[in-house]
């Protein structure tokens, strides 16, 4: 969690509860619109986190495989992000 967000072990909690609402209103028909919406806001919204956790893995370890898993997740993101639009626009 980047050091200027207040409460970060509940961020965490709160952005979980929103992955599994989003990802159970997906599953109904008639939300997955709206569930779409919700899951491409969690995506943008943890992107700095993701950015943080990537900066202090450099930091702590250097260049590592953890670090490039993490490298390789911030354009997989991205690419969720469409994913996800497209998967839940109307047919």
């Known amino acids: 969690m980047p050091p200027y967000l207040p409460f970060p072990l509940e961020l965490v909690y709160i952005s979980g509860v929103f992955e599994i609402l989003g990802g159970a209103g997906w599953l109904i028909p008639r939300c997955r619109r709206f569930a779409g919406y919700g899951l491409i ?34 354009p997989l993101q991205i690419a969720l992000v469409f994913l996800v639009h497209w998967l839940t626009k109307d047919p």
């Open 41 to 74: 806001a969690l995506l943008i919204a943890v992107f700095p986190a993701n950015i943080q956790m990537l900066v202090q893995s450099l930091h702590k370890e250097g260049l590592t495989l953890f670090s490039w898993i993490l490298i390789f997740r911030l």
